[in-house]
């Protein structure tokens, strides 16, 4: 029984080490613009079965219990919290944030479908374009967003119309409007960094529609979405991890002091 119980506190360790990295993940993107948190689920493995619930007793009897004997856990999912971040206020015309649901679709370099993001600090690249990030190394917003190069003013609505004034002009000049989209289960989207995320069988196809519409959130321009990572929840979770990481490590002195014991009946 201690070799068991040696192997099954491995299990825990291994489970709280996931955790830990899972943690310290998030504590690193405390600052990342539109950043959704993972949590770690964990599920008990299988069971030995030494005598089945309802087994029959020498004198006909059934037991209203059985002994089963668990053989330790393992990380079932991370799971993202899809939960809105507080709003920064940066008073540029080229930071937008969602209010409510929806995601921002931008291009995939490589082909095929659209990348994801709630991040909404644009920039506007060499052909007028607006960009996700950095406007050298940016992804293109769909559908494509135009922006005139003498355009001394942007004004982008909650409902995603963009407008904008060149030089020398008083009027504003309306141009095309940002889409964005939602999905059954967000938080089935695959993370892939760069602050985007792409679609999986689990999320589900994208819902497209213009910002406001029944089902979708609103734009604010001047706006960022901050990180909704929570320090101290998370540093709560820290501590409450390392305890657990040091009780499975006792488990496993308890195992090793109790087959030296045995080991040591015949001297």
């Given amino acids: 029984m201690s070799v068991q119980t ?8 291994e489970a709280l080490e996931t955790k830990l990295d899972v ?3 998030n504590m690193a993107n ?11 689920n964990f599920e008990d493995l299988f069971y030995r079965q030494i005598r089945a619930p309802g087994a029959e007793n020498a004198d006909g009897s059934r037991t209203p219990t059985g002994i089963e004997v668990g053989l330790g856990v393992r990380v ?12 920064q206020t ?45 406007a050298n190394t940016g992804y293109r917003i769909e559908p494509s967003i135009n922006i005139p190069q003498d355009a001394v003013e942007i004004v982008i609505s909650n409902d995603g119309v963009v407008q904008y004034r060149n030089a020398g002009e008083t009027d504003l000049t309306q141009g095309e409007q ?25 999320s589900g196809d994208p819902t ?7 089902g979708f959130g609103q734009l604010r321009q001047g706006f960022l979405e901050a990180s909704n990572v ?25 195992g090793d002091q109790i087959m030296q014991v045995v080991a040591n009946i015949r001297r």
């Fill in 6 to 13: 040696l192997y099954t506190a491995a299990t825990g360790m």
């Fill in 23 to 25: 943690i310290a993940n």
């Fill in 30 to 40: 405390v600052n990342t613009t539109a950043f959704k948190r993972d949590r770690a």
């Fill in 76 to 87: 079932q999912s991370t799971q993202t919290e899809q939960v809105q971040g507080a709003f």
């Fill in 90 to 134: 940066t008073e540029k015309q080229l930071d937008v944030a969602i209010e409510g649901r929806g995601y921002f679709q931008v291009q995939n370099p490589n082909g095929g479908d659209p990348f994801y993001t709630r991040a909404g600090n644009f920039g506007i690249n060499a052909d007028g374009e607006l960009v996700l990030g950095s």
């Fill in 178 to 202: 940002i889409q964005i989209a939602t999905f059954v289960n967000p938080e089935g989207l695959m993370k892939l960094g760069d602050n985007l995320y792409s679609k999986t069988v689990s």
């Fill in 208 to 214: 497209i529609g213009n910002p406001g519409d029944p």
């Fill in 230 to 254: 929570e320090p101290v929840t998370e540093l709560i979770d820290l501590i409450t991890t390392q305890r657990a990481f040091e009780l499975n490590s006792q488990v496993v002195q308890a």
